[in-house]
T-cell receptor, first 113, second 113 residues
Framework: AQSVAQPEDQVNVAEGNPLTVKCTYS??????LFWYVQYPNRGLQFLLK??????LVKGSYGFEAEFNKSQTSFHLKKPSALVSDSALYFC???????????FGTGTRLLVSP | DVKVTQSSRYLVKRTGEKVFLECVQD?????MFWYRQDPGLGLRLIYF???????EKGDIPEGYSVSREKKERFSLILESASTNQTSMYLC????????????FGSGTQLSVL
C-alpha cells in the first residue's frame, strides 16, 4: 500500500530564512512524488513533481525538492522564505501502475515578517 | 485559462437530504477525481473516473456515489447526507498520462446539519 507521512503539522520560519517541509513515503516499486500548495479558501495548486532523473527538482515560486531514495524522503525546500509562502502544503505519492494519488495530512507553513 | 469548476463554494444541507456536487473541466481530460479534505486527515480519495461511464472506488466510498455521463462533468452524490459528511470536497482532473499533475477546483465546503 502507498502512504505518505508529513511529520510536522506546522513549520514556522522568519522571512528571508531557508525553509524545509518534510515528507517521507512508502510504496512498492518506483514512486512518483508531488508537492501541492493550498492558499486560504482555495483549491490545491501544483508545485513540482519527481518522476525520474535528477534527484533535485525545481518547481513554481522558487521551491525545490530533493528525492532521496535511501531515506524514502521528498522534502520541500526554499532558500529564502516569503510571507506570501504561508499556506498549507501537501506531499503526495503514486506507485507505478496505480492511478491513485495518496496525499499526506498536510503541513501548515507560517512565515513571519 | 484552463480550469476545473465546482458549482458551489458553500453548501448547507439537512441530514437525510440527497446532495449533488457538480464538477466540470474544460481541458478534455480523461481522468477525474473526488477527494474530501478534513483537518488532520489530509485529502482522501472518494471515487475516480478514468473515462465516461467508468468509475472506481477510492479509499472512502461509503455513503457516496458518482456519475460521469459526459467527459467534462463528474458528479458526486450523497444519497442521504449525514453530519459526518460535513467536509471540504475537492474535484480534480488529469490527462490520461499517469505522470501528469492533478488540476483542482476551488472546492465545495459542505455543511450537513
Amino acid at each position: 500500500a502507498q502512504s505518505v507521512a508529513q511529520p510536522e503539522d506546522q513549520v514556522n520560519v522568519a522571512e528571508g530564512n531557508p525553509l524545509t517541509v518534510k515528507c517521507t513515503y512508502s510504496v512498492s516499486g518506483n514512486p512518483y512524488l508531488f508537492w501541492y500548495v493550498q492558499y486560504p479558501n482555495r483549491g490545491l495548486q501544483f508545485l513540482l513533481k519527481y518522476i525520474t532523473g535528477d534527484n533535485l527538482v525545481k518547481g513554481s515560486y522558487g521551491f525545490e525538492a530533493e528525492f532521496n531514495k535511501s531515506q524514502t524522503s521528498f522534502h520541500l525546500k526554499k532558500p529564502s522564505a516569503l510571507v506570501s509562502d504561508s499556506a498549507l502544503y501537501f506531499c503526495a505519492v503514486r506507485a507505478t501502475g496505480f492511478q491513485k494519488l495518496v496525499f499526506g495530512t498536510g503541513t501548515r507553513l507560517l512565515v513571519s515578517p | 485559462d484552463v480550469k476545473v469548476t465546482q458549482s458551489s463554494r458553500y453548501l448547507v444541507k439537512r441530514t437525510g437530504e440527497k446532495v449533488f456536487l457538480e464538477c466540470v473541466q474544460d481541458m478534455d481530460h480523461e481522468n477525474m477525481f473526488w477527494y474530501r479534505q478534513d483537518p488532520g486527515l489530509g485529502l482522501r480519495l472518494i471515487y475516480f473516473s478514468y473515462d465516461v461511464k467508468m468509475k472506481e472506488k477510492g479509499d472512502i466510498p461509503e455513503g457516496y456515489s458518482v456519475s460521469r455521463e459526459k467527459k467534462e462533468r463528474f458528479s458526486l452524490i450523497l444519497e442521504s447526507a449525514s453530519t459526518n459528511q460535513t467536509s471540504m470536497y475537492l474535484c480534480a482532473s488529469r490527462e490520461q498520462r499517469i505522470n501528469e499533475k492533478l488540476l483542482f477546483g476551488s472546492g465545495t465546503q459542505l455543511s450537513v446539519l
